[in-house]
């Protein structure tokens, strides 16, 4: 069993104020969420449902790493790096954590939308230095479109550049090639400040075991489009951002 938080380590965590809800009360971070979401919206038109996953802050590990496809010896799984609550629970590392269950919400409905938005932002807890890119309690935004059609790299690289024109207008932007369990096709987003670039945030194609794994199956053969594929399964885009640092 990993070394766990004692009770009071987990309720002075649980009281640090999440800065993106605003039943906390209002704060910038919110005025970012909601100029990322109204970007997208605008971009994308009334067509893409959105859909609100905010969550607890004890999940799952299950849905903390494995239904996001990360490996049982992945070193972030450490206690050294995750706020172990007991044997199966943890402090959420990242608000990934948030899309195994709205995507399972989502698939459990009988009539379920054919594109969604999933947005799920919130605090997450790491054990990091802090310094000014680093804290302990990091404030993250996750972005999943999730479709019944397909959707490829020129749909994130759209999604990417309207959300950076709506929170860092004018801003020089770059995109290089990262693996991410949970994606294809990852990427990692940097955004250049004076003459450093910082990295903001992490996407790529949603991975089809992630969302078969939560019951919307992808188009092909053996994963419930038929067996040469009708074109009406599940792909999405995932992407998430470092709130703080933006």
């Known amino acids: 069993m990993p070394l766990v938080l004692t009770p009071a380590q987990r309720a002075r965590d649980l009281a640090v104020r999440d800065l993106t809800d605003p039943a906390a009360g209002p704060h910038a971070v919110q005025l970012v969420v909601d100029a990322a979401v109204a970007a997208l919206s605008a971009a994308w038109g009334p067509s893409v449902e959105l859909r609100l996953g905010r969550g607890p802050r004890v999940v799952d590990l299950a849905d903390n ?3 996001l496809r990360y490996p049982a010896a992945a070193v972030t799984r450490d206690a050294r790096y995750t706020r172990y609550v007991d044997a199966g ?3 959420r590392s990242h608000t990934s954590a948030l899309v195994p269950p709205a ?7 009988a009539e379920p939308p054919d594109d969604v938005l999933l947005v799920c932002p919130g605090i997450t807890y790491r054990r990091d230095a802090i310094d000014r890119l680093h804290t302990g309690t990091p404030h ?5 479109r999730v479709a019944r059609r397909p959707l490829g790299i020129g749909d994130l690289a759209g999604m990417v550049r309207a959300l950076l024109d709506a929170v860092l207008p004018g801003r020089t932007w770059r995109w290089a090639a990262r693996t991410h369990p ?3 096709l ?4 940097d955004v250049l400040d004076g003459d450093e670039w910082v990295e903001v945030g992490e996407c790529g194609l949603a991975h089809p075991e992630v969302l078969a794994a939560a019951g919307l199956p992808p188009d092909g053969p053996g994963e419930g489009g038929g067996p040469d ?3 009406r399964g599940w792909s999405g885009l995932a992407l998430g951002i470092g709130l703080d640092r933006l």
């Open 65 to 67: 790493y494995d239904r």
């Open 89 to 91: 629970h943890v402090l």
């Open 103 to 109: 995507l399972r919400r989502l698939a459990a409905e």
């Open 140 to 144: 993250q935004l996750d972005l999943w």
């Open 182 to 184: 949970y994606t294809q």
């Open 186 to 189: 990852g990427r990692q987003v």
């Open 229 to 231: 594929g009708d074109g």
